[in-house]
């Protein structure tokens, strides 16, 4: 057996430590876990995890024609319809218009589950399948307590294995749609203050559409060049990243509301396993983003960055100039939950890409 020196033994161990590291950086490198650097770009096509497609160039038309104004008054005139109001008995397949109060075991009532002016198809089972039975033979006018046992994960929130009590009133059985009628206080109201006289209504349709199709020109662009794009597999830091911001945001809607996020994510009819679909649209945005910067050559410098946030998060007159920068990113992670770099790259790119589109249909 050979004997090792002291100084060989130093050497070997040097080496093997070397070895590991590299091994171990190659390991990382290799399965695409190091975490990207906000903010900055990266070719994840050369890497091989997206193919870019079409992204300079793309067609647009802003232009509003007259069957989009015909579409548009059609959808306003049918979201304002009323009912003719039917006095009952209620049957089974009628859409009835009721109000409702619940009121829990304790006889606190749940102000969430209250309603006023409630459309329910019965038969439907929107709310509950005791409601449709009950609702089932009552007259306008009428009010019933109808006790509904509310099996557990069935609604995601505090109701869940409670029996709660719903005072309901029928107010009318609906009969025929009736459109409503265009005139001047009609459009006023509809538009608030906005157009003033029926006549105009249409003249007044096509500025807003057109104003809208102008205001979504780098967010219409956009979808088209991920559209564009095929996402061939995720890179892991992107995804996990993406992962996080997710779920901090699902975690601060369901905080603001008052419930945890599995109750949340209940009431949305959403598991965990669709957090993560919403998190890779994120990681694929940002994987384009980044690959499109990467061949363009666009950087973000700091004075970028720092005026984009700010237009961003459109403070009133003069506010942004009484903040610190750093208030002002914490004020941003408050509201979006996502690096306010990375934020802002995004917005960056997807600016420039639209500088670059072909829009027809723009007024003089």
């Known amino acids: 057996m050979k004997n090792f020196g002291k100084k060989e033994i130093i050497i070997t161990s040097v080496v093997a430590a070397v070895v590991a590291i590299v091994v171990f950086v190659l390991i990382i490198v290799l399965s695409g876990g190091k975490n990207p650097e906000p903010g900055v770009a990266h070719d994840y096509e050369k890497a091989k995890y997206i193919t870019l497609g079409e992204y300079k160039g793309i067609e647009l038309d802003v232009s509003v024609s007259d069957a989009d104004v015909q579409e548009e008054l059609d959808y306003i005139l049918e979201e304002s319809e009323s009912y003719e109001q039917l006095p009952g008995p209620a049957a089974e397949a009628d859409y009835v218009n ?215 998060m459109e403070y009133e007159e003069g506010e942004a100039e009484k903040m610190e920068f750093e208030d002002i990113e914490e004020d941003f992670l408050s509201n979006y939950d996502v690096n306010p770099r990375d934020g802002m790259f995004l917005e960056y790119v997807k600016e420039y890409i639209a500088s670059t589109a072909v829009v027809s249909g723009l007024e003089e």
């Open 98 to 312: 009721v109000d409702m109060i619940c009121k829990m075991p304790d006889g606190t009532i749940n102000e969430d589950w209250n309603a006023e002016s409630e459309f329910i198809t019965l038969g439907d089972e929107d709310y509950f399948p005791e409601f449709d039975t009950e609702i089932v033979g009552m007259s306008k006018g009428e009010t019933k307590e109808i006790v509904v046992n509310v099996p557990e994960d069935y609604t995601g929130d505090v109701l869940d294995g409670q029996t709660v009590t719903f005072t309901v009133t029928l107010n009318y059985v609906c009969g025929e749609a009736i459109p409503p009628e265009i005139t001047d206080e009609f459009v006023t109201e509809y538009s608030e203050g906005e157009c003033t006289s029926a006549a105009e209504f249409n003249d007044y349709l096509k500025r807003s559409l057109y104003n809208d199709n102008v205001e979504s020109i780098t967010e219409n662009v956009w979808y088209e060049v991920i559209e564009n794009t095929d996402i061939k597999k995720y890179h892991k830091g992107e995804l996990k990243a993406a992962i996080d911001e997710t779920n901090k945001s699902y975690e601060s809607f369901a905080d603001f509301s008052g419930m945890t996020k599995e109750e949340l994510l209940a009431q949305f009819g959403m598991t965990e396993d669709d957090i993560k679909d919403v998190a890779k649209d994120t990681a694929a945005e940002k994987m384009i983003a980044k690959t499109v910067a990467a061949k363009e050559g666009i950087v973000m410098n700091d004075e970028t960055y720092k005026k984009l946030l700010v237009e961003y």
